[in-house]
């Protein structure tokens, strides 16, 4: 049995249901992360004392990966917008780039996290570091998950393309979203535990 | 793909990358305020402030908010309310004494 609306519009919507369906997703995301960032503002606030993060923190090395982050959404984006003009090879080299700069976001962040352990800062030390490593962790596995369904969409996904590439495209839209949401945490996360 | 798709699809890409170079502007722009050691209320605001430009300009044009439906509109006009009340609750809860005294 076919897929109902996975191009054709719903008459009721006028959407397709992945399009709904991943920002219904990205709503239960922004609760999830106002919870911590919530978390945050009461323990910030009940502190007699708080560091501020550059003093803790690597701020070129997080400056460097808000750059990187910004890139890979613009390359997800460039990819989405390959894939509507019908060059899938010029697809391929832009969703390629997306992963490869997720994949540094990591390295980087694996760096930054191996250097607070080898000098005991660690999530027990204090409620700073609790509070970084739990929304760092955090966005993390999202950039990760987003890698994997993002390779999925370049490799074996992908053959999607060749029998439906009105459906592929719009899967690459809803990939992309949820890597422009990663983003935009991000975009939140680095001020407010790195520069405050 | 008719010719004024080519088109409208041309001139999104020049947004976008209009958007990229805005968003790596705003960036130094953050960590350079930062330098300055402002007192923490005004270093707050001002974080939180470019911080929204640059979550905006995310949200409306790579995520295409800017022209969307009605129906997405409404889901995130209620998580936004929804996503105040959480920060809004630790805050009030805490300060003197709207609900605790």
């Not at chain 1, 030390?125 to 929304?135: D, G």
């Not at chain 2, 305020?33 to 430009?53: D, E, K, M, N």
Request: charged residues 10%; aromatic residues 14%.
């Amino acid at each position: 049995m076919e897929i109902p609306y996975t191009v054709e519009l719903r008459r009721d919507t006028g959407l397709n249901n992945g399009k709904i369906g991943i920002w219904l997703f990205l709503a239960s995301e922004v609760m999830l992360f106002g919870a911590l960032f919530a978390s945050y503002i009461l323990i910030r606030t009940g502190a007699p004392t708080w560091p501020r993060g550059d003093t803790i923190l690597n701020v070129p090395m997080a400056t460097f990966n808000t750059l990187v982050l910004i890139s890979s959404s613009v390359t997800m984006v460039m990819a989405w917008a390959s894939l509507m003009r019908r060059r899938f090879s010029t697809y391929r080299m832009y969703m390629g780039a997306t992963i490869l700069l997720g994949g540094v976001f990591l390295v980087v962040k694996y760096f930054e996290y191996s250097h607070k352990f080898e000098t005991g800062l660690l999530p027990s030390s204090n409620n700073f570091l609790a509070l970084y490593f739990t929304l760092t962790g955090l966005h993390m596995l999202h950039v990760l998950g987003g890698m994997v369904v993002n390779a999925y969409f370049w490799g074996p996904g992908a053959k999607l393309y060749k029998t439906n590439p009105e459906w592929f495209t719009n899967r690459v839209e809803y990939s992309g979203l949820f890597w422009h949401f990663v983003d935009l945490v991000w975009i939140f996360l680095f001020p407010t535990l790195y520069l405050l | 793909m008719t010719t004024d798709h080519a088109v409208d699809i041309d001139k999104q890409v020049r947004i976008y990358i209009t958007v990229f170079v805005a968003l790596l502007g705003l960036t130094i722009v953050t960590v350079a305020v930062s330098r300055y050691h402002l007192p923490v209320h005004l270093a707050v605001t001002v974080a939180l402030i470019v911080a929204s430009i640059k979550g905006s300009l995310v949200a409306c044009y790579f995520m295409h908010l800017i022209s969307e439906r009605k129906l997405i509109y409404a889901v995130l006009g209620l998580t936004a309310v929804f996503f105040v009340v959480l920060l809004a609750l630790p805050v009030i809860t805490h300060s003197d004494g709207f609900w605790i005294h």
